[in-house]
């Protein structure tokens, strides 16, 4: 649980570090979508939601 739980902060990382660029944050929110299992999934779509929500409601990304 702890690999996950690391994946997940990685994740999060990356996007806070790419968040100034809209076209490398999708490209790298698309990327962690692709290694986080379901749940993982819910927990970072929430996370980005909150974090990014100017963002994430540009986007037009299918989370599951």
């Known amino acids: 649980e702890t690999e996950l739980l690391l994946m ?3 994740c999060k990382t990356v996007l806070k ?3 100034f660029e809209p076209i490398l944050f999708e490209k790298e929110l698309i990327k962690s979508l692709k290694w986080l299992n379901q749940t993982e999934k819910d ?3 929430k996370w980005c939601s ?3 929500k100017n963002k994430m409601d540009s986007l037009n990304i ?3």
């Open 43 to 45: 927990e970072f779509i």
């Open 62 to 64: 299918k989370v599951n």
């Open 8 to 10: 997940i902060d990685y």
């Open 17 to 19: 570090k790419v968040s």
């Open 50 to 52: 909150i974090n990014f």
